[in-house]
């Protein structure tokens, strides 16, 4: 038999191979500065500690303040001294025998009330009417300018804080009738004030 000759293999062309793709690295990101605290804000925030600083010790002093006892003139005075004909302790006596003296409860409105009118401080207002109460005739102005108003300077600290007052006190003084022996009482407690201080 006669020799088959298979046909030539073909060889496909070859195969190009791309150039290879280069990724390129990411470039690092800058670290973002903080936001610079202008000097203003600073400061600011600097006084803020400060009040907040001071505020503290005013609370401090008007807790020490109200902690400590309440001077009161009737008190040392005492009952067999006292005269039932007087007014002012005659209502001091009422409240020693009904169990009602220093457990007043005055209300916010009530203590500014009495702060305002005698331009005293709301802590020595706080702790008269926490001593006498509320009622009317520590709401009443003539009691106001005498009685309540003595236990209110008696218990001041500062001879500032009593002109201050004096100067209300008198500006309400002139207001009213039959003024004179408020008056003299006035008179009477700044200078025994003034000699004490």
Same mark, same amino acid.
């Given at each position: @038999?006669?020799?088959? $000759? *298979?046909?030539?293999?073909? $060889?496909? @062309?070859?195969?190009?191979? #791309?150039?290879? !793709?280069?990724? *390129? ?21 600097a #006084?803020?500690?400060?009040? #907040?600083? @001071? ?60 702060? +305002?009118?005698?331009?005293? %401080? ?7 009417l926490?001593?006498?109460?509320? *009622?009317?005739? +520590?709401?009443?102005?003539? %009691?106001?300018?005498?009685? &309540?108003?003595?236990?209110? =300077? ?5 001879? !500032?804080d ?6 209300? &006190? =008198?500006?309400?003084i002139?207001? +009213?009738?039959? +003024?004179? %022996? $408020? ?9 025994? =004030?003034?000699?004490?201080?």
């Amino acid at each position: @038999k006669p020799v088959v $000759i *298979s046909k030539p293999v073909v $060889i496909s @062309k070859p195969v190009v191979i #791309s150039k290879p !793709v280069v990724i *390129s690295k990411p470039m690092p990101e800058k670290p973002k500065s903080a936001p610079q605290t202008p000097p203003v804000e600073e400061e600011q925030f600097a #006084s803020e500690i400060l009040l #907040s600083a @001071k505020d503290q010790e005013i609370a401090q002093q008007e807790m020490l303040f109200l902690a400590t006892p309440l001077k009161c003139y009737f008190c040392e005075l005492g009952r067999s001294r006292m005269s039932k004909s007087n007014p002012a302790d005659f209502f001091h006596l009422q409240l020693e025998m009904n169990g009602q003296l220093a457990k007043g409860n005055p209300s916010n409105r009530d203590v500014e009330n009495l702060a +305002t009118y005698l331009r005293v %401080n709301i802590g020595v207002a706080r702790k008269v009417l926490q001593h006498i109460g509320v *009622s009317h005739q +520590t709401k009443e102005s003539k %009691n106001r300018l005498s009685f &309540v108003r003595a236990l209110c =300077w008696d218990n001041m600290e500062r001879l !500032v804080d009593l002109c201050n007052s004096f100067e209300q &006190v =008198w500006m309400a003084i002139q207001m +009213t009738k039959d +003024t004179f %022996n $408020i008056s003299q009482e006035v008179l009477g407690q700044v200078y025994r =004030w003034k000699f004490m201080s």
